[in-house]
């Protein structure tokens, strides 16, 4: 069974820092490109970050560019999030999602996503 | 990054369908993209539910009831999702995406669907 379990999420202040971790089990790991997702409560998803199998290519969206980094340990089973600069919007419940495509990688799906860990930033 | 335009609720009786529309930005056609849908109940993680590109290239994600359709109006430049014999259960937020870049992943402000 596929199970992708975030922690790492918590209060912390305006500027600071937080390091979300995402433990993935039942599957490949090594194969997939993995995604972070998150959800401002009560509004929509955005899409954060994404990284390959391999790491070799990385994307972030425009809101996090520069304060945030993507990695993965493949020996590990395990997606990370460093978050830097934080921001009162950064505020969300963090997912992280399995990606699946075609060969050609023109169909990009998340069929997996775990359960969620909540980041708030206040002081 | 594009913004895609959902209603921000909408609502039908069981058994009635429902059309669940993603508008596309002006400058981005929508008849070049595989447009996603994504599904989430209260408390739970979004799930796939299906993407369309054209009545020959769509695809339905695994355990997805064949009453979700996917389907688009290249006039008014977007994508719909249809929800056809509703059930008390289809209640739930709908969020479209797309990947404008092939890298970048761009979501909707999504639908939440009432079943009344």
């Known amino acids: 069974e596929v199970q992708l379990v975030e922690s790492g999420g918590g209060l912390v202040k305006p500027g600071g820092s937080l390091r979300l971790s995402c433990a993935a089990s039942?599957?490949?790991?090594?194969?997939?490109?993995m995604n972070w997702v998150r959800q401002a409560p009560g509004k929509g998803l955005e899409w954060v970050s994404s990284i390959s199998s391999s790491s070799s290519y990385i994307y972030y969206a425009d809101s996090v560019k520069g304060r945030f980094t993507i990695s993965r340990d493949n020996a590990k089973n395990s997606l990370y999030l460093q978050m830097n600069s934080l921001r009162a919007e950064d505020t969300a419940v963090y997912y992280c999602?399995?990606?699946?495509?075609?060969?050609?990688?023109?169909?990009?799906?998340?069929?997996?996503w775990g359960q969620g860990t909540l980041v708030t930033v206040s002081s | 990054q594009p913004v895609l335009t959902q209603p921000p609720s909408s609502s039908a009786s069981p058994g009635e369908s429902a059309r669940l529309t993603c508008t596309l930005p002006s400058d981005i056609n929508v008849g070049s993209y595989n447009i996603y849908w994504y599904q989430q109940k209260p408390g739970s993680p979004p799930r796939y539910l299906l993407y369309?590109?054209?009545?020959?290239?769509?695809?339905?994600g695994s355990g997805v009831p064949s009453r979700f359709s996917g389907s688009k109006d290249a006039s008014a430049n977007t994508g719909i999702l249809l929800i056809s014999g509703l059930q008390s259960e289809d209640e739930a937020d709908y969020y479209c995406m797309i990947w404008p870049s092939n890298a970048l992943g761009v979501f909707g402000g999504g639908t939440k669907l009432t079943v009344l």
């Open positions: 369309y590109y054209s009545d020959s290239d769509k695809g339905q």
């Open positions: 999602a399995r990606e699946v495509r075609d060969e050609m990688a023109t169909i990009k799906v998340f069929d997996y």
């Open positions: 039942g599957f490949t790991f090594s194969s997939y490109s």
